[in-house]
């Protein structure tokens, strides 16, 4: 089993939809959970950054963690074609050697 | 602050043929590391370094060599390059074992 697997895509939705994006990961040393977004030929940006379980918002983005179920969500509310993009799950431990492990990513078209 | 930058964006090499990708943040960050991205593969951690003089392995280090004699730069090595090291490489920088990484805008590499 993988350490990170990830929803795989693509998916398309219409502007204004919700969207659900989710992960999940086998290794319970995870304490640490990031989602970045990418657009197209350019670096993963830092969207979501939370820890242990619980939820966040910031705007419309919301990270959920479930720990127990090592399962982790990032919702998008009111969905803008400017979300276009492929979002990346990125769990991570908290020894001083813990790296960021990455899902597949999953590519999201919000249809205008 | 110009955060993670990358130099250069796009090249082209013979195989056979030696480079350096360079790597330079500005925010103080003691970890560093560098990624590679293929299609399917997500991205993969080549090498990462927790602070100037430190360096480790990651996933996938064959074919590439790192020093790290300043905080501020971190460069990647492809000593003899091969078809199979073409990839979109990326540096990323943190603060520390619990913070965010935050990636550079990525190196565009082809090996004929």
């Known amino acids: 089993q993988k350490e990170v697997e990830q929803d795989p895509g693509p998916l398309s939705v219409p502007e204004g939809a919700i969207v659900s994006l989710n992960c999940t990961y086998s290794?319970?040393?995870?304490?640490?959970f990031m989602w970045y977004r990418q657009y197209s030929r350019k670096g993963p940006e830092l969207l979501m950054y939370?820890?242990?379980?619980g939820n966040k918002e910031d705007g419309r983005f919301t990270a959920q963690v479930d720990k127990s179920s090592k399962y982790i969500s990032l919702f998008i509310r009111d969905s803008q074609p400017s979300d276009s993009a492929t979002y990346l799950c990125a769990p991570k431990g908290t020894g001083a050697n813990s790296k960021l492990t990455f899902g597949k990513g999953i590519t999201l078209s919000v249809r205008p | 602050n110009a955060g993670v930058t990358q130099t250069p964006k796009f090249q082209v090499l013979k195989t056979g043929q030696s480079m350096t990708l360079q790597c330079a943040q500005d925010?103080?960050?003691?970890?560093m590391s560098w990624y590679r991205q293929d299609p399917g593969m997500g991205l993969r951690l080549i090498h990462y370094?927790?602070?100037?003089?430190?360096?480790d392995q990651g996933e996938v280090p064959n074919g590439y060599n790192v020093s790290r004699s300043t905080t501020e730069d971190f460069p990647l090595r492809l000593l003899s390059a091969a078809p199979s090291q073409t990839s979109v490489y990326f540096c990323?920088?943190?603060?520390?074992?619990?913070?965010?990484?935050?990636f550079g805008p990525g190196t565009r590499l082809t090996v004929l």
């Open positions: 925010m103080n960050h003691e970890y």
């Open positions: 370094s927790v602070g100037a003089g430190i360096t």
């Open positions: 939370t820890y242990s379980s």
């Open positions: 990323a920088s943190s603060s520390g074992t619990g913070s965010p990484q935050f």
């Open positions: 290794n319970s040393a995870f304490q640490y």
